[in-house]
């Protein structure tokens, strides 16, 4: 029987963290079990799917992928530009909320998600982001009734 010998690869290294990741949620899902009132109810439930999953795509990735046939190269020029601005509003999404509210800041960091990242002209922007805003605020906000920082708004009426 010839053993199969496993080669450090870019696929081994992310399986690797993917399911170290994992192994981590499924502990803090273990951990909340306790307060659940049943098996299949409960807070620890998402997270503990999450987990298995991810240890399962991690297995996956380290063992049975192949190997890339490209050697990964660090970006440069706009595509690095382009990763840490999207990296830089997603960071300044979470400072912004705190003032605007989650509506109006999930207007802005998606309007400039599509036009950083995916490289969308402003109409299409605008368009994109409105929808994508409505879209949120429907499924969160409207109808799960979910409680999100409302910023400035939260002396208003508004149901932002």
């Known amino acids: 029987m010839k053993k199969r010998t496993m080669t450090i690869n870019s696929n081994t290294i992310m399986g690797g963290l993917t399911a170290l990741f994992g192994t981590g949620v499924l502990l803090e899902s273990i951990r909340i079990y306790r307060y659940a009132r049943s098996f299949l109810t409960g807070d620890h439930i998402v997270p503990g799917i999450a987990g298995i999953a991810l240890i399962l795509l991690g297995v ?30 997603m960071m300044g999404y979470l400072v912004v909320m705190e003032y605007l509210g989650y509506t109006v800041s999930t207007l802005l960091a998606s309007y400039g998600l599509f036009r950083v990242f995916g490289k969308y002209p402003r109409k299409k922007s605008v368009i994109l982001a409105l929808g994508t805003t409505l879209f949120v605020w429907l499924l969160f906000i409207a109808w799960l009734n979910m409680p999100f920082p409302r910023g400035v708004f939260k002396y208003t009426n508004l149901p932002l």
């Open 60 to 89: 996956y990735l380290m063992f049975f992928s192949p190997a890339p046939t490209h050697k990964p190269t660090f970006p440069t020029g706009t595509i690095l530009w382009r990763i840490l601005g999207t990296a830089v509003l």
